[in-house]
Every structure is written in structure tokens, then in C-alpha cells.
């Protein structure tokens, strides 16, 4: 594949690096991580309602733009590079996701043109991975015409600070899903942020006693939520790689800049074999990862693509690998200071870890690899 950005494309991307540079800078992205949010809510109301950033992959007809995911990569690998603090990945890449495929449409209009036009955030609880009958705790039952939900769900990535809840939940004994849009203030329902190594991103825990949610907020009304979740989870991973692919990126760019810079024996330590083949080892991964990620979102574009959980799995497992490869070994080339609080690839070297485990592994998805290409026996 002959892949390349459009000149549109481009000016995206050249202004999501602009903008980024100006508003989550690595002093910014520092008092990010401090505040009970862990993200500057005005710098999230800019990208909404200014740059529309939102709605990147929603239809126009429910108020967004009507670009495809490969605008949606093209922002999470800039944000991945910036470390940005915010709950893009959240409401865009999962929970809007999650609406658009499983929602009829009063709930389409209603919710996703919230998140596009409003800045409203959103979340998605349906467990860690695409096992989706045995990781979603939530059971829901019918009382009148409304749903109660009960049950714990973690972690949900910003789910402490979503405006909206898209919650996964099945019948006690049955492997069929619902998907229900649920209030933040919904009485019964209590989230609490998680201790993390990752600070620059916030994961949650939900824990929901008997959350009534009306009938009409559930997505799609009866019919089995686990084909849309699936596809939204996929979803959710190309462009959770995205983000990787930037991190590595930046690792790499961090690293490089040291080694120019970094005086040993006389000379830059970056003219020593062993540091120039490192990172040219970094490059390599690196590349290929951005390879796989670039073809899962092509293939993500295309509504009808049979071929999306493979893209996807192939562009988490490769992604996850070369942002911790980049990221470790960025580490190793500034040496013991890059453990410090001042130098700031140990935020990366955090990020790398943290996301190489969230929607799966790289294990995981190389499982889900070799059962798409027939290796399953």
C-alpha cells in the first residue's frame, strides 16, 4: 500500500502539533497531573467547540464532520507525542464509537451530537478486553419500563470525569449485551479515580446500585449489543495505537536529542556504536508499527471492512511492543537521570507501560491475529 496523507490531512496534523505544543507542553501535562481532573478542562472545551476535534469521525448529520478514522489517527498519534492529558481517547475513541454502532437514531442525534457541537465527554465500561461475555461485571434487570443496572466496573478510562456513561451489562446467565447511555449524576451510581503509574491518564472505577436508566437509553433497544461493542472496542484500539505511535515517536526524538547532546570520553555519547544501533533499532519498531497502525485505519474508515478486528489487532500488538521498546530504551540512553522528576521520558516510559495492558495486551491481540489467519486449533 502506497499510503500517504492528503494535503488536508496534513494541515491537520500541522495544526494538532501546533496547538498541542501550545497547550500540553511538558509543563502543562505536569499540572495536569496534579488537578483532581488530571486535565485542563478548558484546553478539552477548545478542541470540542473550536477545533471540532471531537467530532472528527461523527457524521455530519449528527453534528460533526464526517471525516473518517484516519483523521482520528492522525490526532491521537500528535496527542500521543504530546502526552496529552484529556479524555479524547475516552469519548472519541470508544464511547462514541460505541453510539454510533450501536444506537438507533434519537440516541445518535441526541448523544453524538453532544459530544461534537457541546464538548460533551463520555466513557465506556464494557471490561479490559474483546472477551466480552466473561469481562463485563455489570448485570442489568427490567423494573417497569425502565433498567436497573448493578455491579463494578473497572478500569474505565476517565470514567471519574465523563459527562455521559456508555455501560456494557448483560442478564445474570445470559452471554448476550446491552449498551446503555447513562447520566453521570445517576443516583446509585459512584466512580472514584484509580491509583495508576500512569498519571497523565486517569482510569476510574464505577460501582453502580441499582442505576435506573430509562428504556430509551438503551442503545439500539433489545437488540444484542455485542457486535457494536466489538466493533467499538476495535475501534478504540487503532486508535489507542495511534497514540503508542506517537509515544514511541517522541521517545525516540528524546532519546536522539540526548545522545547529540550527552558528553562522554570527549565525545557526544551519541557517536558510540551501541547508542547509534539502539536507536536505530528504536527506528526500526517504530516504523513498522506505524505501518500497521496507518493500514488499521484505512481499514477503519471503511464502514463494511470485514477485515477490522485483524487490523486492529495487529496494529495494538505492534504499537504496544515499539512504544515500550522505544520508551525503555530511551530510558536506558539518558541512564540513571532519566529517572528523575525533571527529565521527561520517564512520563513516556509510564505511558508505554500503561498502554501496552489497556484494551488488551500485545499477547492478546497476537492470539486474535492467529485465530483470524486460521491458526486457531
Known amino acids: 500500500m502506497n499510503f500517504a496523507f492528503t494535503e488536508e490531512q496534513e494541515a491537520l496534523r500541522a495544526t494538532a502539533r501546533a496547538f498541542l505544543a501550545d497547550l500540553s507542553s511538558p509543563a502543562q501535562v505536569r499540572a495536569a497531573m496534579e488537578t483532581e481532573l488530571g486535565h485542563d478542562p478548558s484546553v478539552w472545551k477548545r478542541i470540542g467547540a473550536e477545533l471540532g476535534w471531537t467530532g472528527v469521525a461523527i457524521p455530519e448529520a449528527y453534528g460533526g464532520l464526517g471525516l473518517s478514522w484516519v483523521e482520528v489517527a492522525a490526532l491521537q498519534e500528535r496527542m500521543g507525542e504530546a502526552l496529552f492529558c484529556g479524555p479524547y481517547l475516552a469519548t472519541v475513541g470508544l464511547a462514541a464509537s460505541a453510539i454510533l454502532a450501536a444506537g438507533d437514531e434519537a440516541q445518535k442525534s441526541r448523544l453524538l451530537g453532544a459530544i461534537a457541537g457541546e464538548g460533551t465527554s463520555a466513557a465506556l465500561a464494557a471490561g479490559t478486553s474483546a472477551a466480552l461475555a466473561s469481562s463485563t461485571a455489570t448485570r442489568f434487570r427490567r423494573e417497569g419500563a425502565d433498567f436497573l443496572l448493578d455491579g463494578v466496573e473497572r478500569p474505565v478510562v476517565d470514567g471519574h470525569c465523563a459527562d455521559w456513561l456508555v455501560i456494557a451489562a448483560r442478564t445474570p446467565g445470559s452471554a448476550g449485551l446491552a449498551l446503555f447511555a447513562v447520566p453521570a449524576a445517576s443516583p446509585g451510581l459512584e466512580r472514584s479515580a484509580l491509583p495508576t503509574v500512569d498519571r497523565t491518564r486517569r482510569l476510574a472505577e464505577l460501582r453502580l446500585a441499582g442505576v435506573r436508566v430509562p428504556a430509551s437509553l438503551r442503545l439500539g433497544g433489545d437488540r444484542d449489543a455485542g457486535p457494536a461493542l466489538e466493533r467499538a472496542l476495535a475501534l478504540g484500539a487503532v486508535a489507542l495505537a495511534a497514540e503508542q505511535v506517537g509515544v514511541a515517536q517522541r521517545s525516540l526524538d528524546l532519546a536522539v536529542a540526548y545522545a547529540k547532546e550527552r ?108 485465530q483470524r489467519i486460521g491458526l486457531d486449533a
Not at 308 to 335: M, V, W
Not at 357 to 363: E, F, P, Q, R, V
Request: glycine share 6%; proline share 3%; hydrophobic share 55%.
Open 263 to 370: 558528553v562522554q570520553f570527549g565525545r557526544p555519547i551519541g557517536s558510540f556504536q551501541a547508542i547509534k544501533h539502539k536507536c536505530a533499532d528504536m527506528m526500526v519498531k517504530l516504523e513498522a508499527a506505524r505501518s500497521a497502525v496507518y493500514w488499521a485505519a484505512c481499514v477503519a474508515a471503511e464502514p463494511a471492512a470485514k477485515d477490522l478486528p485483524l487490523a486492529a489487532s495487529a496494529a495494538k500488538a505492534a504499537a504496544s511492543d515499539a512504544a515500550f521498546f522505544c520508551a525503555g530504551n530511551a530510558l536506558q540512553i539518558f541512564g540513571g537521570v532519566g529517572f528523575t522528576a525533571e527529565y521527561d521520558i520517564h512520563l513516556y516510559f509510564k505511558r508505554a507501560r500503561a498502554s501496552a495492558a489497556l484494551l488488551g495486551d500485545a499477547a492478546f491481540h497476537r492470539e486474535r491475529v492467529a
